[in-house]
């Protein structure tokens, strides 16, 4: 089992930034890719982004690419995802996930998730 709580979401204005943090319990977080997703009303959730064990390749969704950058502490058990330049558009509640060795980019390749924490981005 694999605990997550996330931390740092809040209200910011258009062209801000904003850091977020995710807490892994457990022991296996070294092992893991680990992603970042998230949910606005009414719309499905959407991958952010994501990064492999190590910490050495990243990927980012096409919405965020070149604003938000993601990585990981592993001597910490913790995932960030840096966000700038934020939009309106960006406003939504951020999930922290954990997936296996070599998860992708899909909710389905993805075994734990936190509570959430919600992002709004004032024009």
């Known amino acids: 089992q694999v605990q997550l709580v996330e931390s740092g979401g809040g209200l910011v204005q258009a062209g801000g930034s904003l850091r977020l943090s995710c807490a892994a319990s457990?022991?296996?977080?070294?092992?893991?890719?680990m992603g970042w997703f998230r949910q606005a009303p009414g719309r499905e959730r959407e991958f952010v982004a994501r990064?492999?064990?190590?910490?050495?390749?990243?990927v980012q969704g096409d919405s965020v690419m070149g604003r938000f950058t993601i990585s990981r502490d592993n001597a910490k058990n913790t995932v960030y995802l840096q966000m700038n330049s934020l939009k309106p558009e960006d406003t939504a509640d951020y999930y922290c996930?954990?997936?296996?060795w070599g998860s992708g980019s899909r909710v389905s390749d993805y075994d734990y998730w936190g509570q959430g924490t919600q992002v709004t981005v004032s024009s």
């Open positions: 457990g022991g296996t977080f070294p092992r893991r890719t």
């Open positions: 996930a954990a997936g296996g």
């Open positions: 990064i492999t064990p190590s910490g050495g390749t990243t």
